[in-house]
């Protein structure tokens, strides 16, 4: 089923599995925390900047980023504990840009964060390319 899990069936161990469900591992860490962030920063009316939001949402994606990066080259490497955390801490990073971003379009963070994804991901993606899938 692919409707919680982007994950082909080779890809399972990097799901959970309930109540007969697949689910992402880092995305059942990303999506709940990307929302309460989201919702608690407009609950808040927080400032739409900070001084530290640069160094802060980077610092908070780049281990979600290192960790898909190392599963990409070591597709058995890895866990689902870790990838759990490092999606609580993407999902942070994504809440704090993504509010920025639907009150100011593009802010500086935002652009930040999708070229340091775009820098890790698209040589890593190149040089992991493992062709048309059978089935």
């Not at 609950?43 to 190392?70: E, I």
Request: proline fraction near 7%; aromatic fraction near 10%; include cysteine.
């Amino acid at each position: 089923m692919f409707w919680l899990s982007h994950h082909h069936e080779e890809e399972y161990n990097r799901t959970y599995l309930l109540g007969g469900v697949r689910l992402c591992a880092r995305c059942l860490g990303t999506y709940p925390v990307l929302l309460a962030v989201m919702v608690g920063l407009f609950k808040l009316r927080a400032p739409l900047a900070w001084h530290w939001d640069v160094p802060v949402v980077l610092g908070l994606t780049l281990p979600a980023l290192v960790d898909w990066a190392v599963g990409r080259f070591r597709p058995a490497s890895g866990s689902n504990a870790v990838r759990t955390l490092t999606g609580l801490l993407l999902g942070a990073a994504l809440g704090r840009s993504l509010f920025i971003h639907v009150q100011k379009p593009l802010p500086a963070v935002l652009v930040w964060q999708a070229a340091l994804v775009a820098v890790v991901a698209l040589p890593v993606l190149l040089a992991t390319f493992r062709g048309p899938r059978n089935g």
